[in-house]
């Protein structure tokens, strides 16, 4: 599934820094899983992975045990999709488990742009229709996801609970939300929204704790990595982590690269081993 802020196109660049063999693997702020999917055959133990977002853990759960009944569901969605059925099951919110999973990927598959965002007050998803058809997954993806998830711990975690397990000889990738920057004076929009993908808003007082929890897996043999905007205040948090600086393209809040001008956005990477 596509994701804000997933680093599906910058793995080539992440992917050096990550160890050749894993023993056990974790991710706290799972999202759509690129870096997961990619490093699954490195990994000899077990995979830990997590996400505050409980829409989003409740679907990963269903891809992972009932994937022959969610694909049912998946195409009841499909068969129906319009953008009128789509603010109907947006304000919709139905009881069970596995059709609250549906319903996510539904409105992730056909939302603007693919965001997920939840209003501060109410935690319901807000994002309008994205003018596309509902794609689900083909017969492939699905025999593909029940061999990558075979195994797999996922549970709705806060990363302070979930970088208390990681040991020595373990490997934690994080790609926490980014904090939201203002590149002009004067500008009221932020460039990036990406930290309120749950009612819940991923602050600075989170990445200064999250910087703290790195610095103690660092101490007990814990080796790690963390993708985040490069600024001077990301580098000051870690001032014992190497630093990987680079630009990619990113095309902010559009639907395709036709809507806007994509400008260049400033990555790093911190390697914490």
């Known amino acids: 599934m596509r994701w804000a802020g997933g680093k599906t196109r910058l793995l080539p660049k992440l992917l050096p820094y990550v160890p050749e063999t894993i023993r056990n693997y974790h991710e706290p702020f799972l999202g759509g899983g690129a870096m997961f999917f990619a490093v699954r055959q490195r990994l000899g133990g077990t995979a830990n992975l997590a996400d505050l977002n409980g829409h989003l853990v409740n679907a990963w759960l269903a891809m992972r045990d009932e994937p022959d009944k969610l694909q049912e569901l998946l195409e009841w969605y499909k068969a129906r999709d319009s953008k009128e059925f789509y603010y109907e099951v947006r304000a919709s919110y139905p009881a069970g488990a596995l059709e609250q999973a549906a319903r996510f990927l539904y409105l992730n598959g056909t939302s603007w742009n693919h965001l997920w965002r939840e209003n501060s007050k109410t935690g319901a998803m807000n994002v309008p229709w994205g003018d596309r058809a509902f794609k689900g997954f083909d017969q492939e993806t699905r025999n593909l996801l029940k061999v990558l998830l075979a195994g797999v711990e996922v549970r709705q975690e806060d990363f302070r609970i979930a970088l208390t397990r990681p040991q020595e000889g373990d490997f934690v990738y994080l790609d926490p939300p980014y904090l ?94």
């Open 180 to 273: 939201p920057v203002f590149t002009n004076p004067g500008e009221k929009e932020p460039t990036s929204k990406f930290n309120k993908y749950t009612a819940r808003v991923f602050g600075q007082r989170d990445l200064e704790e999250l910087a703290a929890l790195c610095a103690q897996m660092s101490d007990r043999g814990v080796r790690w990595i963390m993708s985040n905007r490069d600024t001077d205040g990301v580098r000051d948090l870690f001032p014992r982590a190497k630093v990987v600086r680079f630009t990619t393209r990113r095309s902010l809040a559009a639907q395709s690269k036709r809507e806007v001008e994509s400008r260049r956005s400033p990555e790093a990477i911190v390697v914490g081993w």
